[in-house]
């Protein structure tokens, strides 16, 4: 998958939603270049032999022993404006850093999943982020305008038109439109190694890991 997508000098932040199990984001995980824990998975990573070099969040689900023993590294946020994944990569910012991979952003609760999904078109609008959310089976990136975008046949792929007014495809099984419900885009496929797609806004891409 790293041919895919460029993964290369990124940022990881580990959510507390279910930890990977898939080798892909286990690799990005162990190989990460700066790793953001957001409260508890602070614990679940350390846990799994994994040292985080930041652990940001109010610190509601993390023991106060657990707090004072990594206190080097734990960074206590009160404000509840946000939710601890824009805690963790508002910290990235601070630390100059934009390119982020999320992972363990899904799973668990559906409402969590959801909003943490939906957070990555915001990154990249409001604070100028480079997002790539990876799970267990595949992977989300926001684009805008023309892009070509790197595949392999049968790989499954879900456009999500975010505010494109114009929105086409190249390369894809079924040819894509300015949608306005976000499930009418899902549920593509990848014709070859390649495909474009041209949107006048924002809009985000899911990719599987693997052909149907």
């Known amino acids: ?83 601890d994944l824009t805690k963790a990569t508002k910290f990235m910012l601070s630390q100059g850093l934009k390119k982020i991979v999320y992972l363990g952003a899904t799973g668990l609760r559906e409402d969590h999943t959801l909003a943490n999904i939906s957070l990555m078109p915001y990154y990249h609008q409001a604070l100028d982020i480079e997002p790539v959310m990876v799970t267990d089976y595949g992977y989300f990136t926001v684009h805008e305008g023309h892009q070509t975008i790197n595949s392999f046949l049968r790989q499954q792929v879900s456009i999500f038109n975010i505010n494109c007014t114009t929105l086409q495809s190249r390369g894809l099984c079924w040819a894509v439109s300015p949608f306005t419900q976000l499930w009418q885009g899902t549920l593509n496929e990848a014709l070859g190694d390649n495909f474009d797609i041209v949107g006048d806004g924002t809009y985000m891409i899911y990719q599987t890991f693997d052909a149907k």
């Open 1 to 83: 998958m790293k041919d895919m997508i460029n993964l290369e000098h990124s940022a990881v932040i580990l959510a507390n939603g279910e930890y990977p199990t898939h080798k892909i984001p286990l690799t990005i995980l162990k190989q990460h270049d700066y790793l953001c824990c957001c409260d508890l998975a602070g614990m679940t990573a350390i846990h799994n032999g994994i040292m985080p070099d930041a652990i940001v969040g109010d610190g509601d689900s993390l023991p106060q022993v657990f707090q004072q023993k990594y206190a080097n590294i734990f960074h206590h946020v009160e404000e509840q404006d946000d939710n």
